[in-house]
């Protein structure tokens, strides 16, 4: 299985903008066979936008359906973040739109990340898994892929793959350097961690999206320049997958 995402800069509120970016991106993922791409989180309207709440967009809106309508063309699932809006609620959450342009997946963001995050959203309550490309993978977002319990909950439920939107930002360089590949070694699970670049108001996004394979290899990463990753997904290796979970002595 190809994975595929997509490392850019904040729409900034520009929601054409950010369709037709994704559009473009989708349109060259499916021309070399990729089974997903995967957009940055929040992307529906940008992460660090002031105006947020006003912004936050329900399931079922215009943008959404144009992008579930992208995936359906190119014959590609697409994973975007977006802000939801479910009634007086907003959610932090990723929307995975089928190859049909069917959902697949609604998640929202369980582990949200400082003061902001957390006075704005309602943290949600369960994780998302759905068949892609003959394996089961599923949704995180962010700060989620950083929990050890979570990555070990999807692969002792059979995840193969972690598709991941995020917004991480300068000082924390070490999670696309080492964190993400640790956790995709530690679990054996292969990890899609997209990310902005550039900055938008008072962050400075540290780039480096990766595509990590389930014995943490690097398979692809970005610099801190806009970029389209794709990348095989290899056969997982049973002399090298780790025996954490099985190994593991409880200290009570």
Known sequence: MK????????????LDRACAEAETALAAAAAMGAAALVLPELWLPGYN???????????????????????????TALVVGYAERDGDRLYNSAA???????????????????P??????????????????GQTVALLIC????????????????????????????????VVRH??????????VSIAYANYCGSEDDLTYVGGS????????????AGDHPALLIAEIPPRDPARLSTQSADLRAIE
């Open 3 to 14: 994975l595929a995402l997509w490392q850019g800069t904040s729409p900034a509120a520009d």
């Open 49 to 75: 936008r002031p105006d947020l709440p006003a912004r936050a967009l329900p399931l079922d809106s215009a943008p959404l359906r144009r992008l579930a309508s992208a995936a359906r063309a190119h014959a």
């Open 96 to 114: 995975c739109f089928g190859a049909d342009g069917g959902l697949l997946a609604n998640y929202r963001k369980v582990q949200l990340y400082g």
């Open 116 to 133: 902001r995050e957390h006075a704005l959203f309602t943290p949600g309550r369960s994780f998302a898994t759905f068949p892609l490309g």
């Open 143 to 174: 700060y989620d892929v950083e929990f050890a319990p979570h990555v070990k909950a999807l692969a002792d439920r059979g995840v193969r793959a972690i598709l991941a939107p995020t917004a991480n930002m300068a000082p924390f360089t070490h």
């Open 179 to 188: 964190t993400v590949p640790a956790m995709a070694a530690n679990h054996g």
């Open 210 to 221: 990766l595509i990590a394979g389930p014995h943490g290899e690097v398979l692809a990463q």
